[in-house]
């Protein structure tokens, strides 16, 4: 009969066909912006700025908000459009053919311009999508932030994340509690890639049945 150690040796190979090693890779940091310089009501940072941990202004400038307004995660978050319209961007390790999930929340600056804000968000090698926030009846304290989600396919061993302003006035898209999640394809299995799976799942059933009747 097959002892605990055969069934344990059997799930490691299928977990190493199944999920390929993520060992080493730079996680995606700092995603509600909390890292950075001390911003009071808010400061402006300039295309080029890497004082936020992990971030990169790009364009234009931003606005990096901190009590102007009330946050949707902790107590900092962005004006993508500082003097005009602005964004940022963020590179960090992927894995080639896995797909990658991104949630964000977004709002607007209801202080002035349109009511309707715009913003684009894209990855190297993935689409760039368009995604808008209305303003109407929401202020600096009500701030109505809504979660929205962009995917892409990773192409490459690292991938640049970006989150671009399409206003060009000084009040923009709002942005906050960005999150990043991996899934690994679905792996094309033969017949005996099938039964290695098959035996998996029967080692942890079988764990799960030793560790109940243990308790």
């Not at 912006?33 to 941990?53: C, H, Q, R, V």
Request: aromatic share 10%; with cysteine.
């Amino acid at each position: 009969m097959t002892g605990r150690g055969g069934w344990a040796a059997a799930l490691g190979v299928t977990a190493a066909i199944v999920l390929p090693s993520l060992a080493g890779a730079a996680a995606f940091t700092n995603g509600s912006f909390e890292t950075g310089p001390a911003p009071g009501g808010f400061i402006t940072l300039s295309a080029g700025d890497t004082s936020i941990t992990g971030w990169t202004v790009r364009a234009d400038s931003i606005d990096y908000i901190g009590t102007y307004w009330t946050a949707a995660d902790g107590t900092r978050s962005l004006d993508l459009s500082g003097d005009a319209a602005g964004g940022i961007q963020q590179t960090f390790d992927t894995v080639p053919g896995w797909t990658y999930t991104v949630t964000f929340y977004l709002a607007g600056n209801p202080a002035c311009g349109s009511a309707v804000k715009g913003l684009d968000v894209g990855a190297s090698g993935g689409p760039t999508v368009h995604y808008t926030f209305d303003t109407t009846g929401h202020t600096t304290s009500a701030m109505g932030w809504q979660q929205e989600t962009y995917a892409f396919v990773a192409s490459g061993a690292a991938t640049t994340l970006f989150f671009q302003s399409t206003e060009l006035s000084s009040c923009g898209p709002a942005l906050d509690n960005v999150a990043v999640s991996a899934t690994p394809p679905v792996p094309v299995l033969g017949g005996g890639g099938v039964a290695l799976l098959a035996l998996a799942v029967a080692a942890l059933g079988w764990l799960a049945v030793r560790r109940g009747s243990a308790a």
